[in-house]
């Protein structure tokens, strides 16, 4: 699979399938400046780079949805981590359409890192 094939998924959608308590493992993969120049993350959201991701992906239940977010256009780091996440056995793994920014700028909750 390629990034560009992806599924994604809206803020809006993840914000409903977070208010319902749907079982789910958010992933965040923004670069070490982008996160680094935030305070803020998507709440309940698990740090990852691609140099960590290895590890991460030790840690969560492969068939437990993950969600990845970046902050590249196109979503190219969340995708590119969710294909190596697919490509590793998880059953389905999504990038958040237009990423942490999206998130950010239609005003969901965020928490302090």
């Known amino acids: 699979m390629r ?19 749907t079982p789910i493992q958010i992933v965040d993969i923004r670069n070490d400046e982008a996160y680094g120049n ?7 959201s698990i740090r990852a780079t691609f ?12 068939d437990i949805d993950v969600i990845t977010y970046c902050t590249w256009p196109k979503e190219a780091s969340s995708s590119g981590a969710a294909v190596k996440m697919l490509d590793a056995g998880f059953k389905t793994v999504k990038a958040l359409d237009g990423g942490f920014d999206a998130w950010k700028d239609e005003g969901y909750p965020l928490q302090t890192k």
């Open 3 to 21: 990034p560009e094939n992806v599924e994604r998924i809206s803020p809006e959608t993840l914000s409903h399938l977070i208010e319902k308590a």
């Open 38 to 44: 935030s305070d803020k993350k998507i709440t309940g």
């Open 51 to 62: 140099e960590t991701l290895d590890d991460i992906m030790n840690k969560l239940n492969k």
